[in-house]
């Protein structure tokens, strides 16, 4: 296999978090999207499926992300190994927004994620001064996704029975939020 840049960061399977960073997509970045976004496993508790064919992957750099408001790559040493994504609401909703996460499975279990997500809250709330609750809603059996998020000091405020309709299936969902008066670790 190649050996690259994000690689030589996961010596003996270790990541220096220092080398995570967050930063626009880019349609450069096709390959590195394609390894999470072709992967069931990472898929699995997201609503869409997984990606079979690169000119989907094309498509979505170049026509979904220019018009999400705010998406971002994971990157280990500026390459990216997933993206995560705040979704903002207008009107009486828009004191929250909608935070999202995914990483390529051969990069879990290292803090990537925590530590993306700790970067998206030391800087969301002072890019959006109107924003006064990150919210993130996950799956009762994504386990990691809900230990990622306490990890980030976010609070578990409760289970939502039958909220969400994933992939023909009605699922219960646990609700965190941060808010912006909370401590951000
Ligand atoms: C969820 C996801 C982003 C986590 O990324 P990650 O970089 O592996 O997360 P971290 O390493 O920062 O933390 C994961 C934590 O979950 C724990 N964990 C993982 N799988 C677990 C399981 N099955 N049961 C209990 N804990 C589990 C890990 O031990 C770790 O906690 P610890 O540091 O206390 O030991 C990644 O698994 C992913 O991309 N999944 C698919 C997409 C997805 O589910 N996105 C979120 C949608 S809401």
């Keep these: 296999?190649?050996?690259?840049?994000?690689?030589?960061?996961?010596?003996?399977?270790?990541v220096e978090l220092s080398h995570i960073s967050l930063r626009p997509l880019e349609l450069s970045d096709i390959d590195d999207f394609m390894v999470w976004v072709s992967d069931p496993k990472v898929a699995r508790f997201c609503p869409w499926e997984s990606y079979t064919n690169k000119e989907d992957g094309i498509n979505y750099i170049k026509t979904k992300v220019p018009q999400h408001p705010w998406?971002?790559?994971?990157?280990?040493?500026?390459r990216p190994v997933?993206?995560?994504?705040?979704?903002?609401n207008s009107g009486n909703d828009m004191c929250r927004a909608e935070l999202g996460y995914v990483l390529a499975s051969k990069y879990w279990g290292k803090g990537i994620a925590t530590q993306a997500v700790k970067i998206v809250t030391k800087t969301i709330f002072d890019e959006w001064p109107h924003l006064e609750?990150?919210?993130?809603?996950?799956?009762?059996?994504?386990?990691?996704?809900?230990?990622?998020?306490?990890?980030?000091?976010?609070?578990?405020?409760?289970v939502l029975g039958k909220y969400f309709i994933m992939k023909g299936s009605t699922k219960d969902m646990v609700v965190f939020s941060l808010l912006s008066t909370d401590p951000k670790t």
Excluded: H, W
């Design 1 to 14: 296999m190649e050996s690259d840049s994000s690689e030589s960061y996961m010596k003996n399977g270790f």
């Design 71 to 78: 998406f971002r790559a994971i990157c280990v040493n500026n």
């Design 82 to 88: 997933g993206a995560t994504s705040v979704r903002p």
């Design 133 to 158: 609750r990150l919210e993130a809603v996950v799956d009762v059996e994504n386990v990691a996704s809900q230990r990622v998020l306490e990890k980030a000091g976010f609070k578990r405020e409760g």
